[in-house]
């Protein structure tokens, strides 16, 4: 059983920043063999793509609306992932959810979320004007 755990979500003015975490856990699990992924949800739209960070680390992708805004790491020895977000918007309110993908290769569909294999329960974000 794989666990994926959301920290760090809250209510934040805009222009402000907020850092959340992902903390994965599970008997079998080897986080070494998942990239992982930040993605965002808003009643009535359709869960997007938010951040990708591939199994070894070395590589880094962003939608386009939070490029340079936000930034996503790992720390394998911690077995958690983590989202800073800077010059937060009112348009980044969602609920984010991580999620982990099995793969030692590359991950071609690493934006469509159909692509991974475990996720959290997600954490609000929520940014007022």
């Known amino acids: 059983q794989v666990q994926l755990v959301e920290s760090g979500g809250g209510l934040v003015q805009a222009g402000g920043s907020l850092k959340l975490s992902c903390a994965a856990s599970g008997r079998t699990f080897n986080f070494a063999n998942y990239a992982m992924a930040w993605f965002r949800q808003t009643p009535g739209k359709e869960r997007e793509f938010v951040a990708h960070?591939?199994?070894?680390?070395?590589?880094?992708y962003y939608a386009g609306s939070v490029k340079g805004r936000f930034a996503i790491s790992r720390n394998d020895a911690k077995n958690t992932v983590y989202l800073q977000m800077n010059s937060l918007k009112p348009g980044d309110t969602a609920v984010y959810y991580c999620?982990?993908?099995?793969?030692?290769?590359?991950?071609?569909?690493?934006?469509?979320?159909?692509?991974?294999?475990?996720w959290g329960q997600g954490t609000q974000v929520t940014v007022s004007s």
């Open positions: 999620a982990a993908e099995w793969t030692t290769g590359p991950s071609p569909y690493y934006m469509d979320w159909q692509s991974y294999d475990y």
């Open positions: 960070v591939t199994w070894s680390g070395g590589d880094t």
